[in-house]
């Protein structure tokens, strides 16, 4: 039930993911160092002025549920107090006479905001049974006759929506220290479900109108979570405190990464101190989707040690952007024009006809054999996905048919008949105006001449997204983009490993699928200047490109590009084009990481833009 409404049940793994490097390691590196004194009386009073800060720490959850992070972050700090008791105790049943409230640290520390009341009540009970256990563990130490019930602490566990609440009615600002959590995975509403790999549905009316009251209708292209994000940076202003959020990965890609982030870090001065690019969300909960997300760290407050972890290989940087990479803080947004080609890409013909148009292998054979002068208005049709699986699929391309001679076909007559009750049936005035001309699909963007198609949407486990020239008299559909005209040049630059580096930056991801774009990731690729030496060298790896895949043709492109199964013959190919278009770009062949090839490549977009 928590899961319909975006909400992930967070493992004590992934919760120490947040909660380390935000401060539990800081904290435990201050005890260790204490440890290091030899003067008892200075280690003593070390020891107690540690207690005392922890004791004076606040935490803020403000997406709380069922209080797994502000439990497990008491149960953190009360073995760091536990550890600094001993220290401050060594003989304990000699010290127990001057031992007065020896525990310091409380639950009353910790304050949350939860929807959900039932969850409000298991977080409040996790705490108390927290302490209690905590309880003993302190009397293992140093015992004293401390009774838990009846229960004498008052739990800060607020039951609210808290997009609408005021943080500082829970909490003043100015007495927090550190906000962290895991708020509601749910996708926005231009996106289906499916675009998290997981179940979680789009917004309910009463959560677009919260994340309307946060970014106006500036933030309709943004994930729900992007409003704890939002609400946490207004709270921390004129504060040094820090925050940590899980979030689905979605935030830092394409056009959310540019609404959310480039107000927060260029105009806020928000400043990312660490993040976890993305990686798979683990769950305990019995029944737990797949979800792709990100963790981030940030702040008014500019830590001298930046750290990003890929994989859990953490890299200490200068700069954290709003794509989660050591990078200048650039936004790439969606631009009409490319920015330094003359080659365009545009999205294929969209049929809108609820399948009525469209023809299997078996229906086109049976048309064109029935009416053979039918044969020239049956056109091959691919979406992205018959593009990259080899699946044959076919069309009935009726434009500038004459309208006598298809009358004469039964068959065609009612296909366009059904074609124009689906569109006069749509909610969408502009579909039912497409009513008009059924026998049409609805947008008509064929190519005069061959064309390179670019799936939008394929899989992100493989290292180059297949592309490939198709015929003109190929249909492509609207999830294939068109670069019409292109050369063997663009069709090598395309496929380089740079351009790809370039798009895992700035597009988006369905999951753990590219989802490529014309206006954002096409659009804003910065093209190299070779030389005529350097362009002919990137032509003749193209071409060889497609000689290697041109050995296997009974396989599909998804059976070439499958990184278990892709044949040496073609990546030694992609390996060499991938050297000779870095040559183009003036980068050195060797040495050059794929984080240095961004870097680059938004330098180039910089001094582009600029000079536009």
């Not at 899980?246 to 870090?265: D, K, R, Y």
């Not at 009525?356 to 091959?380: C, G, M, T, W």
């Not at 048919?401 to 689906?422: C, G, I, T």
């Amino acid at each position: 039930t928590r899961r319909q409404g975006g909400m992930h049940y967070t493992s004590v793994e992934n919760i120490h993911k947040v909660i380390d490097p935000l401060f539990l390691n800081d904290l435990k590196d201050e005890l260790n160092e204490i440890k290091q004194y030899k003067q008892p009386a200075t280690l003593k009073k070390k020891a107690k002025a540690f207690q005392e800060k922890l004791a004076h720490l606040t935490f803020f959850d403000p997406a709380c549920g069922s209080g797994n992070f502000l439990t497990e972050t008491y149960l953190q700090l009360r073995k760091l107090e536990n550890e600094s008791i001993k220290l401050i105790y060594p003989n304990p049943s000699l010290d127990v006479g001057q031992a007065k409230d020896i525990v310091k640290v409380s639950i009353q520390q910790f304050y949350g905001i939860e929807i959900n009341d039932f969850a409000v009540s298991v977080a409040k009970t996790a705490l108390w049974i927290a302490e209690s256990q905590m309880l003993e563990e302190t009397k293992d130490i140093f015992y004293a006759d401390w009774d838990f019930l009846p229960l004498k602490t008052y739990t800060h566990i607020h039951e609210g929506n808290a997009v609408r609440l005021d943080w500082n009615n829970i909490l003043p600002n100015y007495v927090c220290h550190y906000i962290m959590g895991n708020p509601p995975f749910i996708a926005n509403n231009a996106r289906s479900k499916k675009s998290q790999g997981s179940s979680f549905g789009s917004m309910t009316v009463e959560q677009k109108e919260d994340r309307k009251s946060i970014f106006g209708t500036k933030g309709n292209v943004l994930d729900y979570v992007a409003c704890w994000f939002s609400k946490a940076a207004n709270y921390m202003k004129g504060t040094k405190i820090e925050t940590a959020f899980v979030s689905t990965n979605s935030i830092v890609q394409g056009q959310q990464a540019v609404a959310l982030w480039e107000p927060l870090i260029n105009k806020d001065k928000i400043v990312i101190n660490f993040a976890f690019q993305s990686f798979k969300w683990s769950s305990e909960a019995s029944t737990s989707g797949t979800v792709y997300v990100v963790i981030i760290g940030f702040s008014y407050y500019d830590r001298k040690t930046k750290l990003l972890f890929n994989n859990d290989q953490k890299e200490v940087v200068k700069n954290i952007n709003g794509y989660l990479d050591d990078g200048p803080n650039v936004f790439i947004k969606a631009r009409r024009k490319p920015l330094n080609t003359i080659l365009t890409m545009k999205r294929g013909s969209q049929p809108t006809d609820n399948g009525n148009l469209i023809l299997s292998e078996k229906e086109a054979q049976f048309l064109k054999s029935k009416y053979p002068p039918l044969a020239i208005y049956v056109r091959r049709f691919m979406m992205g996905n018959d593009f990259i699986n080899g699946k044959k699929r076919y069309c009935l391309w009726l434009k500038g048919a004459n309208p006598s001679l298809l009358r004469k076909y039964p068959e065609v007559v009612n296909r366009v008949k059904k074609v124009k009750e689906f569109r006069l049936n749509s909610s969408k005035a502009a579909t039912r105006k497409k009513a008009e001309t059924p026998y049409l699909f609805d947008e008509v963007k064929d190519c005069k001449s061959n064309f390179i198609a670019f799936p939008i949407v394929s899989s992100g486990n493989r290292r180059y997204i297949p592309i490939g020239y198709l015929d003109k008299n190929v249909i492509a559909g609207n999830k294939l983009f068109e670069a019409e005209g292109a050369t063997l040049y663009d069709f090598g630059v395309l496929t380089s490993n740079i351009h790809m580096a370039w798009t895992r930056e700035t597009c988006s991801w369905y999951g753990p699928s590219y989802s490529y774009s014309n206006t954002i990731v096409f659009n804003n690729f910065p093209w190299p200047t070779p030389t005529d030496k350097q362009k002919a060298k990137i032509e003749k790896t193209a071409q060889a490109i497609l000689d290697a895949r041109a050995l296997y043709s009974d396989s599909s492109l998804a059976d070439l590009y499958d990184p278990l199964t892709m044949p040496k013959e073609l990546l030694k190919a992609h390996q060499d084009n991938d050297r000779a278009v870095m040559e183009a770009y003036g980068l050195p062949v060797k040495g050059t990481t794929e984080s240095d090839a961004v870097a680059y490549l938004f330098k180039m977009y910089e001094k582009l833009t600029n000079k536009k």
